[in-house]
């Protein structure tokens, strides 16, 4: 298994800045716009993501909308496979399949094409995107992508905050895996 050296992991931590109350009170948020402008950092994280997935016969990356486009269509580039965009509904073009998700305070709903993975039962698909929390965007985004008929190898985070309950809901569908865990 890949890992990242103790100076590549602290060249990431280092990146990643703090925001503190935002969006509201009490939430500390994970800024990762400077982890993106550090070209040191940025390469060090895409090096090792390509490195982690260039063997495990990979047939699309799946980003969701939208900071898992900026990771998900980099890395798809670097391993040679398809990109597929996961968005918020009502932003694909063409006939989509979707899948709502709870919020503290609400629903939201995401959608994929439903030839996305180009009809191809069993295509092999990974997800990533920035951060998970709750985990509710990425459960919903694993079910679409099986929905299709491909399978959900794994979910990759960037970031994954291991002090809430959503590495391990999402673990009961589908492998995990975070770049930095936050306890």
């Known amino acids: 298994m890949i890992t990242l050296s103790k100076t590549e992991k602290k060249i990431l931590e280092n990146s990643i800045r ?5 969006p509201k009170p009490g939430i500390v948020f994970k800024d990762i716009t400077t982890l993106l402008n550090n070209k040191e950092a940025y390469a ?11 063997e495990y016969n990979l047939e699309y990356i799946a980003g969701i909308d939208a900071r898992g ?5 980099a890395l798809a580039q670097m391993l040679g496979i398809g990109f597929v965009p996961i ?10 399949i979707s899948k709502k998700y709870a919020l ?6 995401i959608e994929v094409h439903i030839d996305a993975f180009g009809n191809e039962k069993g295509a092999r698909v990974l997800v990533i ?11 919903a985004a694993a079910t679409l992508v099986n929905q299709t008929g491909a399978i959900c190898i794994e ?6 905050l291991a002090f809430l309950d959503g590495i391990k809901k999402l673990q009961e569908k589908t492998d995990v895996y975070s770049v ?3 306890n």
């Open 18 to 22: 703090d925001i503190q109350d935002f």
């Open 44 to 54: 060090v994280l895409m090096n090792h993501l390509y490195q982690r997935y260039k």
């Open 69 to 73: 486009f900026i990771f998900g269509a």
């Open 87 to 96: 968005r918020k509904k009502g932003k694909l073009p063409y006939t989509t």
């Open 104 to 109: 503290e305070y609400g629903v939201d709903e």
């Open 129 to 139: 995107d920035d951060l998970i929390a709750t985990g509710g965007t990425a459960n």
């Open 155 to 160: 979910c990759c985070f960037i970031i994954g």
């Open 180 to 182: 930095i865990e936050v």
